[in-house]
């Protein structure tokens, strides 16, 4: 069991995609993610294998959930700087977390 406290150390902010590219050279197919969580944060990037049920057109204007306060992490020639959250349909393939309205850029999970 974890307390509040320590649920509340992970930030988990509202983002909206403004690029999605295919990633070839990551190892498993992923795409590229430009992610704006507004003013405070600003753009950051983020790779993601969701190449299942999404394509780069239909994720552009997409409001997902993604932890901003991990350290960035480097997949191979691509640096990413959140962590985009998503959990297994019943095959496996990442379906993506976000709000079922639309909500303010920036806002934080709580």
Do not use: C, W
């Not at 992970?10 to 969580?37: C, H, M, N, S």
């Not at 959990?87 to 303010?104: E, I, M, R, W």
């Amino acid at each position: 069991m974890i307390t509040y406290d320590d649920f509340a150390k992970v930030d988990v902010r509202v983002g909206v995609i403004v690029t999605a590219e295919p990633f070839p050279q990551a190892r498993k197919p992923a795409y590229k993610l430009q992610i704006d969580f507004g003013g405070e944060i600003g753009v950051k990037k983020s790779s993601a294998q969701i190449t299942e049920h999404y394509t780069p057109e239909t994720l552009v204007g997409k409001q997902v959930l993604a932890v901003v306060n991990f350290p960035p992490r480097q997949i191979g020639p691509f640096m990413s700087e959140v962590l985009t959250l998503g959990t297994p349909d019943k095959n496996g393939k990442v379906v993506l977390l976000a709000p079922d309205s639309a909500v303010p850029v920036g806002g934080r999970m709580f």
